[in-house]
Nanobody, 118 residues
């Protein structure tokens, strides 16, 4: 099992920045990929950014050039640096971890709220 704990959400004005953190614990060796998803009221959860154990990164088109995903050397913590925030970025941000296929597990954090005021 893997536990994910997010932190760093909050209220920020448009154009501002926030940094989200996600700390993983438990069976960390089983994790292939970690990332961030978000869900705004009335909308489906969507991918924001993710990074594999090999360092391959994907971003949603809507955040390219503004958000940066990174991780610490131990691979236990993943960060999401969010710059030039827009009201449309307001959502609950969820940390996600996908295990290697042999384990077949998907893990989610409880989420952290990001609110961008105009």
């Amino acid at each position: 099992q893997v536990q994910l704990v997010e932190s760093g959400g909050g209220l920020v004005q448009a154009g501002g920045s926030l940094r989200l953190s996600c700390a993983a614990s438990g069976s960390i060796f089983s994790i292939y990929r970690m990332g961030w998803y978000r869900q705004a009221p009335g909308k489906q959860r969507e991918l924001v950014a993710r990074i594999t154990s090999g360092g391959r990164i994907n971003y949603a088109d809507s955040v390219k050039g503004r958000f940066t995903i990174s991780r610490d050397d131990a691979g236990n913590t993943v960060y999401l640096q969010m710059n030039s925030l827009e009201p449309e970025d307001s959502a609950v941000y969820y940390c996600n971890a996908d295990s290697y296929p042999s384990y077949g597990m998907v893990y989610w954090g409880k989420g952290t709220l990001v609110t961008v005021s105009s």
